[in-house]
């Protein structure tokens, strides 16, 4: 399976808009589920925000992530980086070891009055990844690639938690949700070729299979919450 580094030198332009949407239409929405699951019975309201949040988050590509919720209305910021490791080691060769203990994730900067926190778990467990794949996220495989939360105070551990347990209870899934909820210790920004990638690179072969389903199914279910103009890091 060849690594991100190596297909990002795979930029072989796809011909044409026509080529491009059936690659699309054949990738089944990658992850992606085909229906919107319900929003979570504990949140955190939105009356009682005080500033911008921040909530980190681990699943699969983090190119895929962080262009999917670069999409969102009211968040401000995706960045894609890595955590759950020492900084030491938080480079993508590093990481792409296997043995760092990083997960790649995306540190989302929202505004509360806009987006709750639980608003933005119901997209992470719908359309942005596959929370019941351990270790792997589409073609991708080893545990840099786990389902994970890093939640960064109690109320957002006790939003995460529940709304597991909801979506379980539920039988959303087919199969048991694997996502792991710890606190976070750190987030460290990824290497600058690794910003924005989605949005300079949407004819990427993988980008196009596994990643822009992402952002379609985002539109299609939750237009409420979608919003057409992309936020950079790089403005």
């Not at 026509?18 to 979570?40: E, N, T, W």
């Not at 968040?75 to 070891?97: H, L, P, W």
Request: glycine content about 8%; aromatic content about 10%.
């Amino acid at each position: 399976m060849p690594s991100k580094i190596q297909r990002s030198r795979m930029l072989i332009p796809i011909a044409g808009l026509a080529i491009l949407a059936g690659f699309i239409a054949r990738s089944s929405g990658a992850d992606a589920l085909d229906k919107v699951i319900p929003a979570p019975a504990v949140d955190t309201p939105a009356a009682e925000a005080k500033g911008p949040e921040v909530a980190v988050l681990a699943g699969g590509c983090f190119w895929g992530m962080q262009g999917m919720f670069e999409h969102v209305d009211g968040v401000t910021r995706v960045v894609s980086g890595y955590s759950g490791g020492d900084k030491a080691t938080a480079t993508y060769e590093q990481v792409s070891t296997e043995r760092t203990g990083h997960a790649e994730s995306v540190e989302i900067t929202f505004d509360p009055k806009k987006v709750t926190y639980g608003a933005l778990l119901r997209l992470y467990f719908s359309v942005a990844h596959d929370p019941t794949q351990l270790d792997r996220q589409g073609p991708d495989r080893g545990p840099s690639y786990r389902s994970q939360i890093f939640f960064g105070s109690p109320t957002q551990e006790r939003v995460a938690r529940a709304y597991i347990a909801q979506l379980e209870k539920a039988g959303i899934f087919d199969d048991p949700i694997v996502t792991k909820v710890e606190p976070l210790k750190a987030f460290y920004a990824a290497e600058g070729y690794h910003q924005d990638f989605l949005i300079h690179n949407p004819t990427h072969p993988y980008i196009v299979r596994n990643d822009l389903p992402k952002i379609a199914a985002l539109k299609r279910l939750y237009p409420a919450m979608y919003r057409d103009k992309a936020v950079m890091v790089r403005r």
